[in-house]
């Protein structure tokens, strides 16, 4: 699976769209982009994923770049409660039969 | 029900113990793991178990084994653990293993070795 590259760490104010970002310049034509983030002592909890359109829940938007290389997880109106680790995963499915893996997440912290 | 449960939530346990980790799922899903995380860190891949048999073992001691009874149920049985085995179990399944759907996720069982 391609490698990924996030900041360790963001400041975001409450009320105002967080954009993370996540670097995957290695990324293959059939793997997917996922983001989970997790809450201090929790499970982690899966976000969005997409493959190249960008995409949107009721969570977050997602918006990969045209090349792929690169991405950005936007929460469109932070609270407090969005503080935690957010991982960026390049996932291919059937190649890695199960193997999501974890790189060291941006640590976003929301301020009041 | 898109939970995943796993018992206990905390566990000590001596190095001479035995002990069994718990998860549970009934969403259907036929693929389940096993992660761990040590504080600070990502979570680590340890297992993986599809159509209840295991598919990935990421060269993890025998100290730990788990076990799939079940298409709903995953055990982690550990004995004559170390210290430094102390860290946050968790559990998460799937539809499948290898498709492109997500992962759930427990909360995890927060384990002690003393």
């Known amino acids: 699976d391609a490698k990924t590259t996030q900041p360790p760490s963001m400041d975001c104010a409450e009320g105002r769209a967080a954009n993370l970002p996540c670097n995957h310049s290695?990324?293959?034509?059939?793997?997917?982009v996922y983001w989970y983030r997790q809450i201090h002592s929790q499970g982690p909890q899966y976000i969005i994923h997409g493959l190249k359109n960008n995409e949107t829940n009721e969570m977050a938007s997602l918006i990969i770049t045209e090349d792929r290389k690169s991405s950005t997880l936007i929460l469109p109106h932070a609270t407090l409660r969005d503080t935690a680790v957010y991982y960026c995963?390049?996932?291919?499915?059937?190649?890695?039969?199960?193997?999501?893996?974890f790189g060291q997440g941006t640590i976003l912290t929301v301020h009041p | 029900d898109t939970e995943v449960t796993q018992t206990p939530k905390h566990l000590v346990m001596g190095m001479t113990n035995k002990k069994s980790l718990k998860c549970e799922q009934h969403?259907?899903?036929?693929?389940m793991y096993w992660y761990k995380q040590k504080a600070k860190k990502p979570p680590e891949l340890m297992f993986v178990y599809s159509y209840e048999k295991l598919s990935i073992n990421e060269s993890v001691p025998s100290r730990f084994s788990p076990e799939c009874p079940n298409s709903s149920l995953l055990n982690l049985h550990l004995h004559a653990l170390q210290p430094e085995d102390s860290a946050l179990y968790l559990c998460?399944?799937?539809?499948?293993?290898?498709?492109?759907?997500?992962?759930?996720f427990g909360q995890g069982t927060r384990l002690t070795v003393v």
């Open positions: 290695t990324i293959s034509g059939n793997e997917y």
């Open positions: 998460a399944s799937s539809q499948e293993a290898g498709t492109n759907t997500e992962a759930f």
């Open positions: 969403m259907g899903h036929r693929a």
């Open positions: 995963i390049v996932f291919a499915g059937g190649t890695s039969y199960g193997k999501l893996t």
